[in-house]
């Protein structure tokens, strides 16, 4: 464990330590890379702090939204696409279709419910 996280683990499991800041030590940890040991450690804090009685509702609810962004961040869908691709082709088809429908309102070409 890096001489980083070991003091933020210290601070997280200390229960003498005010709850807000064992939480905002868990949110360093998973806030940055970090072994996936680190990680599951904390994760196993949290849902501890969730599931207990003791915690008021603001802690709980912090808990909840640490572990959600951590596990929200493998379910999410890739952001691969670009939005640029194709575009070309998406252009050249509205135009045509522009122009083939200012052609029919010429008369200079019949439309798609013309015989």
Do not use: H
């Amino acid at each position: 464990m890096s001489d980083t996280i070991a003091p933020l683990f210290s601070i997280m499991l200390d229960e003498d330590e005010f709850m807000s800041r064992r939480l905002e030590a868990a949110e360093q940890i998973l806030g940055f890379e970090s072994p996936p040991d680190a990680v599951e450690a904390t994760k196993a804090f949290l849902r501890k702090v969730y599931k207990g009685k003791t915690a008021s509702r603001r802690d709980k609810l912090k808990a909840i939204g640490l572990i959600r962004r951590v596990e929200d961040r493998k379910t999410a869908p890739l952001q691969s696409a670009n939005p640029m691709d194709g575009l070309a082709d998406r252009i050249g088809a509205a135009r045509k279709a522009f122009l083939e429908e200012k052609m029919v309102k010429l008369g200079l070409a019949k439309g798609p419910n013309d015989d």
